[in-house]
C-alpha cells in the first residue's frame, strides 16, 4: 500500500495518453504512472549535473508505440535517432541554455535580414 498520495494535475490530452499506454500495458492508469515513475527515479542520477536521467522510453508518449497521439501525422525521428546514439556514445551535450541563445540568435538575424 503507498504511504502517500501525490496528486498531478494533467491535461485532457496527457491523461488520454496515459491511459492508453496504461491500457497497453495491461495496467490501471495510477499503477502504470507509479511504474514509469519509479522507473524514471531508478535509473539514477547523471554524476556530472546531478539531474535525473529521463529517457524517451520511459514516458508514456514513445514514439514507436502503436497507440496514436496527436498529431497523427508520422515523424521522420531520423535525425533524434542519430543524435541519441550520439549522446549515448559520447554522453556530449548541448545544455538547453545554449541551444535557446543560439536559436534566438538565428531567429534575430532572420529577422533583420527580412527587414
Known amino acids: ?30 499503477a502504470y504512472a507509479v ?4 522507473r524514471a527515479l531508478a535509473s539514477g542520477r547523471d554524476a556530472a549535473s546531478g539531474d535525473f536521467e529521463v529517457r524517451e522510453t520511459d514516458a508514456a508518449f514513445i514514439m ?4 496514436p497521439w496527436p498529431p497523427t501525422t508520422p515523424y521522420d525521428t531520423t535525425e533524434a ?7 549515448d556514445r559520447t554522453g ?7 541551444w535557446a541563445a543560439d536559436f534566438e540568435a538565428e531567429i534575430e ?6 527587414a
Not at 491523461?15 to 492508453?20: G, N, Q, T
Not at 535517432?81 to 549522446?87: G, N, P, Q, T, V
Not at 556530449?92 to 545554449?98: A, H, L, M, S
Not at 538575424?109 to 527580412?114: F, Q, S, V, W
Open 1 to 30: 500500500m503507498a504511504d502517500h498520495v501525490l496528486t498531478l494535475p494533467l491535461t485532457e490530452e496527457a491523461l488520454e495518453r496515459l491511459k492508453a499506454a496504461a491500457r497497453a500495458a495491461g495496467m490501471e492508469p495510477e
Open 35 to 38: 511504474a514509469v515513475l519509479d
Open 64 to 67: 514507436d508505440s502503436p497507440e
Open 81 to 87: 535517432r542519430r543524435r541519441l546514439a550520439e549522446y
Open 92 to 98: 556530449k551535450f548541448v545544455d538547453f541554455e545554449d
Open 109 to 114: 538575424a532572420m529577422l533583420k535580414a527580412k
